[in-house]
C-alpha cells in the first residue's frame, strides 16, 4: 500500500512539472512572437515613411530643366517702310442691301458739258419740287431693295398731274419700261430728255413740240413705287448723262 501511495504522489508531482513546463514554454513562446511582431511593425513602418517623396518647391521645380517640349520662337511682324500700321482690309461681297462705297461726282465732266451746250429747261411738273436728284454714286432703291446710281431726276407730284415738255423738240420714242413704266423721249438735237413714270400719253412718235406742252399725265415707276408719287427724268446730252437741274437756271 505504501508502495503505491509513493507511486501517486510521484505520478502528480510529474504531472505538475509538465503543466508548469508547457506554461512557461506557452508563455515564452507569445513572449517571442510579440518580440517579433513590434520589431516587423516598427521596420514596416520606417519603410513606408521612406517611400514617401515630399512634393518639389516652386524653386525647385524652376530649376529643374524642361525637356520633351518645344516651344515656337515668337513671331513679329515686320512695320511697313513707311512706318505706317498695315492694315489689310478685307474684300467684302455685300448684298443688295448694303451700301457700296461710292464713286463720287465726276464734276469736271458735268462742268464741260454745262459750258460746252446751249440748253435751258424747264420744271416737268406744277410745283417743280424735286423728290429725288441726280448722282453717280450708288443710292438706295428700297423698292427693289438695290444700290445703284439714280442718273436722273424725280420730280414729285400727284398722281394723274399734267406732265410738260421741259424743252422744245420731237417725240423720238414711246415706250412702256418694266423697271420705270410709261415712258416718252423728247429730243432736240444735242439734248435727249426721257420723262418715265407716265399715266395717259398725250403724243405719239414723231410728234413735234413746244416747251411748255402737256405730254402726258403721270402715273408710277415701277422699281421706285415705294417712294412717294413722283416722275422720273433722264437727260443725254451728246450721248453722255447729265443732271437736268443744271441747266433748270434755278427754277
Not at 55 to 71: I, K
Not at 72 to 88: C, H, Q, S, V, Y
Not at 94 to 111: E, L, R, Y
Request: charged letters at 20%.
Amino acid at each position: 500500500m505504501s508502495r503505491y501511495y509513493r507511486s501517486g504522489r510521484h505520478s502528480r508531482k510529474s504531472l505538475r512539472e509538465r503543466i508548469g513546463f508547457y506554461t512557461a514554454f506557452s508563455i515564452c513562446l507569445i513572449a517571442v512572437a510579440m518580440a517579433v511582431y513590434s520589431t516587423y511593425n516598427t521596420v514596416s513602418r520606417k519603410s513606408a515613411v521612406k517611400t514617401v517623396t515630399q512634393p518639389a518647391t516652386d524653386s525647385q521645380l524652376v530649376a529643374q530643366p524642361v525637356t520633351g517640349v518645344t516651344v515656337p520662337e515668337p513671331k513679329i511682324d515686320t512695320p511697313p517702310a513707311n512706318g505706317a500700321a498695315d492694315l489689310t482690309v478685307p474684300t467684302v461681297t455685300a448684298d443688295q442691301s448694303t451700301q457700296p462705297t461710292t464713286s463720287g461726282g465726276d464734276m469736271d465732266d458735268a462742268m464741260q458739258t454745262l459750258l460746252s451746250v446751249d440748253l435751258s429747261l424747264t420744271a416737268p411738273t406744277k410745283t417743280g419740287k424735286v423728290l429725288r436728284e441726280y448722282t453717280k454714286d450708288s443710292v438706295y432703291f428700297k423698292t427693289i431693295n438695290v444700290w445703284k446710281p439714280h442718273t436722273g431726276v424725280d420730280f414729285s407730284c400727284d398722281l394723274g398731274d399734267d406732265v410738260k415738255a421741259m424743252v422744245s423738240g420731237k417725240v423720238t420714242k414711246i415706250s412702256n419700261d418694266k423697271m420705270f413704266g410709261k415712258t416718252v423721249e423728247i429730243s432736240s438735237g444735242v439734248a435727249v430728255l426721257s420723262y418715265s413714270g407716265l399715266g395717259d400719253i398725250k403724243v405719239k412718235q414723231g410728234d413735234s413740240v413746244e416747251r411748255g406742252d402737256v405730254i402726258a399725265t403721270s402715273g408710277a415707276v415701277p422699281c421706285e413705287a415705294g417712294d412717294e408719287n413722283h416722275i422720273h427724268v433722264s437727260l443725254k446730252v451728246e450721248g453722255k448723262n447729265a443732271d437736268p437741274l443744271n441747266f433748270m437756271g434755278g427754277e
